[in-house]
């Protein structure tokens, strides 16, 4: 599956250009300059304007109308499903249950045909006025002979009877491990499908997204992406078919957005098996694309109520979320991954669930030292310890954080936890622990704009809430441009080549309209990009 490197793709803009304006490179040695030489996709210098013209009398001037950053990159966005989200129907804004029936009915008379809708449903109970979610008792009677699947986030799913039947699921059919299939009073199965082991039960009955679609979705997320001044992603937990999507459009020359693709750890086979599938793939890589470190799901969401955490989940005696990859399996999985110089990115919300992979990455760097090898904690919100946090700065594990994320659900989850609940998303310890923190979306389920989420991690503000949520836990303008530029960058292996505007890198840039170290900070939350550019090339204008 592994294509030849091409040389030729990339071709070289030759023309010589100095940018000039405000721009912030994140480079120590000159963070703010007047002006950038570039050629041939690179960046050659940088300085004053008067330095720059005599040194490159021949340029063309681009004058910059707004504060020019190093492109800008989101380490964890789902660049396929924002995609494929903008080519079918998505009802997460829906604010009930009665909403959600309507569009799903008006949107069915108008494909009426269909054996199975996929649709975007990353709602919460507390946004839908009757305070529960849809059951397949409210979408059967408007979705006739059409199967339902209503994604929850990839983690949950809402399907219909015509779904469940498909799937052969009924109320003989038992849990899987890691799962849970949501049961009525009679033991019938209510369509509500708890974490991705029991929505497994019936996606994986779904015909494959082909291959066309795939591209075509690739395309569209790609380009709303840039239109956020994002040159750069990772998207974690791809299945092969998409990887193949993103080297196809790679060979064709089309993929602008650099991408650092994730395989999907499938946990339900054993280790050693699952990574000899993977073994090429992991060692195709170049600055626009490469294959990462594999995802794993460890346990559920905050949003949900189905993380792990050290305490029972509050309302529910006796729950404490939910561990959807046993202990051991993924013990042999890092110290495998660790012996081939691979990393894992790791899906943990609950301080029970980071406690557990941090424990195990400590037995795996005693016989194999991971800490250049880049491992990561994924999301890891619901209030971490603070010795989690200093064993994953000893480990020199990553955080991927999401303050978007934080701003959808925040208030939700804080009302539930009340007082038992210590920070969220503390990402001043964090960082005050010495834990490198990469910034992203996890979009489309979250506001995509990194802009958007910087203003989040510096002012703590949250959805459906007036005041802040955990002011405390503010970082810096500087660490929240850091996490989408130059620690990002590290994220991805990439931070030789971009992440900071500076000689030898490639001219990767954005020019936004707010200044996000000394603009003002609520206008950050609205900024717009006005050029988006990739070695060289304009990708987006507005
Ligand atoms: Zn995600």
Request: proline share 6%; net charge negative.
């Amino acid at each position: 599956m592994v294509g030849q490197l091409s040389p030729s793709r990339a071709a070289a803009v030759d023309e010589r250009v100095i940018v000039h304006g405000r721009i912030r490179t994140l480079d120590p040695a000159r963070p703010l300059v007047e002006a950038m030489l570039v050629e041939a996709g690179r960046i050659r210098a940088t300085g004053t304007l008067a330095d720059l013209a005599a040194l490159a009398p021949d340029a063309r001037h681009d004058a910059a109308r707004g504060v020019v950053l190093p492109g800008l990159i989101d380490s964890h966005v789902h660049t396929l499903v924002t995609g494929l989200e903008r080519r079918r129907l998505t009802i997460s804004d829906a604010g009930s249950v009665a909403e959600i029936v309507e569009r799903i009915r008006v949107w069915l008379v108008e494909n009426p045909t269909l054996e199975w809708a996929v649709v975007g449903a990353h709602f919460h109970e507390e946004d839908l006025a009757e305070g529960r979610l849809p059951t397949r008792h409210d979408l059967d009677p408007v979705s006739g002979r059409t199967a339902l699947y209503l994604d929850r986030r990839t983690h949950d799913a809402i399907v219909n009877s015509a779904a469940l039947r498909l799937a052969g699921l009924d109320r003989r059919t038992s849990d899987p491990a890691g799962g849970r299939i949501e049961r009525g009073p009679d033991g019938e199965p209510t369509g509500v499908l708890i974490e991705r082991p029991a929505a497994d039960l019936v996606f994986s009955c779904i015909p494959a997204v082909d291959g066309a679609e795939l591209r075509a979705a690739l395309a569209e997320g790609q380009s709303y992406l840039h239109s956020l001044g994002v040159v750069g992603a990772a998207e974690p937990g791809l299945s092969p078919a998409e990887l193949t999507a993103y080297q196809d459009a790679w060979a064709d020359g089309s993929l602008t957005l650099r991408t650092m693709a994730m395989p999907l750890v499938d946990t339900s086979i054993d280790p050693d098996d699952f990574l000899a599938t993977v073994a090429t793939a992991t060692r195709f890589g170049d600055e626009r694309l490469r294959f990462g470190p594999l995802k794993v799901y460890f346990d559920g969401t905050g949003g949900f109520g189905t993380a792990l955490i050290g305490q029972d989940w509050p309302g529910v005696p006796g729950y404490r979320g939910t561990q959807v990859c046993p202990t051991d399996t993924f013990q042999v999985l890092a110290d495998r991954c660790a012996e081939r110089g691979w990393a894992l990115a790791v899906h943990t919300v609950g301080d029970e669930a980071v406690r557990i992979v941090l424990d195990c990455l400590e037995r795996t760097d005693r016989s194999h030292p991971i800490r250049d090898l880049r491992f990561s904690i994924m999301h890891a919100y619901l209030a971490p310890s603070a010795e989690s946090m200093a064993r994953a700065a000893r480990l020199g594990v990553i955080l991927s954080t999401q303050p978007a994320m934080q701003w959808r659900v925040g208030a939700g989850i804080a009302e539930r936890f009340g007082d038992r609940l210590a920070a969220m998303a503390p990402l001043r310890a964090w960082s005050d622990a010495g834990v490198r923190m990469a910034g992203g979306s996890d979009g489309p389920d979250f506001p995509m704009s990194p802009l958007f989420g910087m203003w989040q991690a510096r002012s703590r503000r949250v959805r459906g809430r007036d005041s802040p949520l955990g002011p405390d836990s503010a970082i810096t303008p500087e660490e929240a441009l850091r996490m989408w530029t130059i620690d990002a960058a590290y994220y991805c292996f990439a931070e030789g080549e971009r992440g900071s505007l500076e000689p030898g890198k490639l001219a990767d840039w954005v020019e936004v309209s707010v200044d996000p170290i000394d603009g003002d900070e609520e206008a950050l939350a609205d900024a717009v990009v006005l050029r988006t550019v990739v070695e060289g090339r304009e990708v987006y204008v507005r």
